[in-house]
């Protein structure tokens, strides 16, 4: 027998590969003699590199940029597909978890790293971009990334513009005669389910700025510093990103990505799900586990287990999620291909209680 272990990252206790890993132990461990394909997904958030470098036996290739607040960082960038396309994460780069607590300061954070890491995928001579965008530290409207590809950002005196959201203020021209004419022979894909304008009550100051340190005075300068930026790509590159759905991503850095890299803006577990190649595994499997850490009334929105759900159903697979916790509305997800969810402990899941929980579902379901 065929089956498919196909999770989400764990958030907080494993990555997707360490999880598919454990499934396929545990399922031989029911079935000794059956065949297992290990296809870790994510939804674009935390661990997309690993899970898409995982699914396509990749490389993974580590380079230094600057983190969110100047200081050095090390950050990586997969590649798949015989090196036709590389995989990035804007927090490896330009992430939460780069800035403490005490220093968090999105009128100062800048994505310039972010751009130094996607122009050294860039320079990998690939031909595609998959970018996951979650968990950023900035505010600035991918601002830094610009400047770091290339992009010319001057205030009314013509000088450069300082790194950050609060500068955005000031920002009078841009200019784009740095930037390298290979980008365009790159695709860029920006998987994101955010759909929140760039601005506004909606957009991403108001929004997402409080957990990036955004106070509820800083809320108005940050929010003009992106209104105004949009006004000027709109005026010197002719591309109106203000009202794009999903521009408000990661501090406005999918406007800055569709404005900058003519990135196009897409729902991240399809985009991911599908470049882990789920589909091609599917045809002939007599189950699919999935899991994540929690399963609950929003798993269905928009989360890999799901999207990994449904195209088992449409080829008549059966689908079981493993789930570290229960919370309300965990049985809404059956409604969309899940036959069935099996917990995984009442206390913090370990690989090993992964494990298990795949084998007693082998054992005990009629698979």
Same mark, same amino acid.
């Given at each position: 027998?065929?089956?498919?272990?196909?999770?989400?990252?764990?958030?907080?206790?494993?990555?997707?590969?360490?999880?598919?890993?454990?499934?396929?132990?545990?399922?031989?461990?029911?079935?000794?003699?059956?065949?297992?394909?290990?296809?870790?997904?994510?939804?674009?958030?935390?661990?997309?590199?690993?899970?898409?470098?995982?699914?396509?036996?990749?490389?993974?290739?580590?380079?230094?940029?600057?983190?969110?607040?100047?200081?050095?960082?090390?950050?990586?960038?997969?590649?798949?597909?015989?090196?036709?396309?590389?995989?990035?994460?804007?927090?490896?780069?330009?992430?939460?978890?780069? /800035?403490?607590?005490?220093?968090?300061?999105?009128?100062?954070?800048?994505?310039?790293?972010?751009?130094?890491?996607?122009?050294?995928?860039?320079?990998?001579?690939?031909?595609?971009?998959?970018?996951?965008?979650?968990?950023?530290?900035?505010?600035?409207?991918?601002? +830094?990334?610009?400047?770091?590809?290339?992009?010319?950002?001057?205030?009314?005196?013509?000088?450069?513009?300082?790194?950050?959201?609060?500068?955005?203020?000031?920002?009078?021209?841009?200019?784009?005669?740095?930037?390298?004419?290979?980008?365009?022979?790159?695709?860029?894909?920006?998987?994101?389910?955010?759909?929140?304008?760039?601005?506004?009550?909606? +957009?991403?100051?108001?929004?997402?700025?409080?957990?990036?340190?955004?106070?509820?005075?800083?809320?108005?300068?940050?929010?003009?510093?992106?209104?105004?930026?949009?006004?000027?790509?709109?005026?010197?590159?002719?591309?109106?990103?203000?009202?794009?759905?999903?521009?408000?991503?990661?501090?406005?850095?999918?406007?800055?990505?569709?404005?900058?890299?003519?990135?196009?803006?897409?729902? +991240?577990?399809?985009?991911?799900?599908?470049?882990?190649?789920?589909?091609?595994?599917?045809?002939?499997?007599?189950?699919?586990?999935?899991?994540?850490?929690?399963?609950?009334?929003?798993?269905?929105?928009?989360?890999?287990?799901?999207?990994?759900?449904?195209?088992?159903?449409?080829?008549?697979?059966?689908? /079981?999620?493993?789930?570290?916790?229960?919370?309300?509305?965990?049985?809404?997800?059956?409604?969309?291909?899940?036959?069935?969810?099996?917990?995984?402990?009442?206390?913090?899941?370990?690989?090993?209680?992964?494990?298990?929980?795949?084998?007693?579902?082998?054992?005990?379901?009629?698979?």
């Amino acid at each position: 027998m065929k089956f498919i272990a196909a999770p989400n990252p764990f958030k907080g206790s494993f990555a997707a590969p360490a999880a598919a890993a454990a499934i396929a132990h545990g399922v031989r461990a029911a079935f000794p003699d059956a065949e297992v394909l290990e296809i870790p997904v994510a939804d674009g958030g935390e661990g997309t590199v690993s899970a898409l470098v995982a699914a396509h036996r990749g490389q993974l290739r580590e380079v230094e940029v600057e983190g969110p607040l100047g200081a050095p960082v090390r950050a990586g960038f997969g590649l798949i597909d015989g090196g036709a396309t590389a995989v990035v994460e804007l927090a490896s780069a330009s992430g939460l978890p780069l /800035v403490p607590v005490e220093q968090l300061d999105p009128r100062r954070a800048s994505t310039y790293g972010f751009g130094q890491l996607l122009e050294a995928a860039r320079r990998a001579g690939v031909r595609r971009i998959i970018a996951g965008i979650g968990g950023s530290a900035t505010n600035d409207g991918g601002a +830094g990334m610009a400047q770091a590809l290339g992009y010319r950002l001057l205030d009314g005196a013509g000088a450069e513009l300082e790194r950050g959201g609060a500068a955005l203020a000031k920002l009078a021209r841009i200019e784009a005669g740095d930037v390298d004419p290979a980008w365009r022979q790159v695709q860029v894909q920006v998987a994101t389910d955010v759909t929140n304008p760039l601005c506004g009550p909606n +957009g991403a100051s108001s929004v997402y700025g409080p957990q990036k340190g955004v106070t509820a005075e800083m809320i108005p300068e940050l929010d003009g510093g992106l209104g105004n930026l949009a006004r000027v790509i709109a005026a010197d590159l002719g591309k109106d990103v203000a009202d794009l759905p999903g521009a408000g991503a990661a501090g406005g850095a999918g406007a800055g990505l569709a404005a900058f890299l003519d990135a196009e803006l897409v729902r +991240g577990a399809p985009l991911i799900v599908e470049a882990a190649g789920l589909d091609r595994a599917l045809p002939g499997a007599a189950c699919v586990f999935t899991g994540e850490g929690r399963v609950d009334g929003q798993t269905v929105f928009g989360k890999g287990p799901i999207e990994v759900a449904r195209r088992a159903r449409a080829a008549g697979v059966p689908v /079981v999620l493993l789930a570290g916790s229960r919370g309300d509305g965990w049985r809404d997800v059956l409604a969309e291909g899940v036959t069935a969810v099996v917990q995984i402990t009442d206390g913090v899941a370990r690989l090993e209680d992964l494990e298990r929980a795949a084998e007693r579902a082998c054992r005990e379901l009629d698979i």
